[in-house]
C-alpha cells in the first residue's frame, strides 16, 4: 500500500523525538550552527561542536542544543529563519524524506534553505538537507 508524503514524513518524524542531530544543506555541504552570539550561520562542519547540534521533536519543533534552547522558526515576514525564545504555533516544521536519504524541510512559509547569499532562509523551492543524528538528550 502506498502512502503520501505527509503520511511517511510524519512516520519518520516519530524516530526524531529526543535525539540530537546536525542539519547539513545537502547542496552546499554547511551546517546549521549559532555563533557566539546565538546568530544562526551555515558553517563547516566541525566535529564536537555543540553550537551545531539540534533535537527535534516528534511534532516537528526544532530546538537548540545551546544557546539556551531557543527554537527554530519562521520571522513573520516569512523571509527568513530566526531563533525565537518561546515555542509559539509557528514553529513546526514537516521533514520530508526523499529517496536519498536527504529530507526537505517545510515550514508554513516555504521551505528551509539557503539563499543565493549563502543565508538561511525561507525559500519557494524544496533543498534538501542530511538530518545526521549525534547522540540523544537525556
Given at each position: 500500500?502506498?502512502r503520501?508524503?505527509?503520511?511517511?514524513a510524519n512516520d519518520?518524524?516519530?524516530?526524531?523525538?529526543?535525539?540530537?542531530?546536525?542539519?547539513?544543506?545537502?547542496?552546499?555541504?554547511?551546517?546549521?550552527?549559532?555563533?557566539?552570539?546565538?546568530?544562526?550561520?551555515?558553517?563547516?562542519f566541525?566535529?564536537?561542536e555543540?553550537?551545531?547540534?539540534?533535537?527535534?521533536?516528534?511534532?516537528?519543533?526544532?530546538?537548540?542544543?545551546?544557546s539556551?534552547?531557543?527554537?527554530?522558526?519562521?520571522?513573520?515576514?516569512c523571509?527568513?529563519?530566526t531563533l525565537?525564545?518561546?515555542?509559539?504555533?509557528?514553529?513546526?516544521?514537516?521533514?520530508?524524506?526523499?529517496?536519498?536519504?536527504?529530507?526537505?524541510?517545510?515550514?508554513s512559509?516555504?521551505?528551509?534553505?539557503?539563499?543565493?547569499?549563502?543565508?538561511?532562509?525561507?525559500?519557494?523551492?524544496?533543498?534538501?538537507?542530511?538530518?545526521?543524528?549525534?547522540?540523544?538528550?537525556?
Amino acid at each position: 500500500a502506498s502512502r503520501d508524503g505527509e503520511n511517511a514524513a510524519n512516520d519518520v518524524q516519530d524516530d526524531f523525538d529526543k535525539k540530537i542531530y546536525v542539519l547539513r544543506h545537502a547542496t552546499t555541504n554547511r551546517v546549521l550552527t549559532l555563533d557566539i552570539g546565538g546568530s544562526l550561520l551555515m558553517r563547516d562542519f566541525t566535529e564536537k561542536e555543540l553550537s551545531q547540534t539540534w533535537t527535534i521533536y516528534l511534532d516537528g519543533r526544532v530546538r537548540s542544543v545551546v544557546s539556551k534552547g531557543k527554537w527554530l522558526a519562521e520571522n513573520e515576514d516569512c523571509m527568513s529563519i530566526t531563533l525565537v525564545d518561546l515555542r509559539q504555533e509557528g514553529e513546526r516544521f514537516v521533514f520530508i524524506p526523499k529517496t536519498n536519504g536527504t529530507f526537505a524541510i517545510k515550514g508554513s512559509c516555504g521551505y528551509v534553505g539557503v539563499d543565493k547569499k549563502g543565508t538561511l532562509a525561507s525559500v519557494p523551492a524544496e533543498q534538501e538537507w542530511h538530518v545526521q543524528h549525534v547522540g540523544r538528550v537525556k
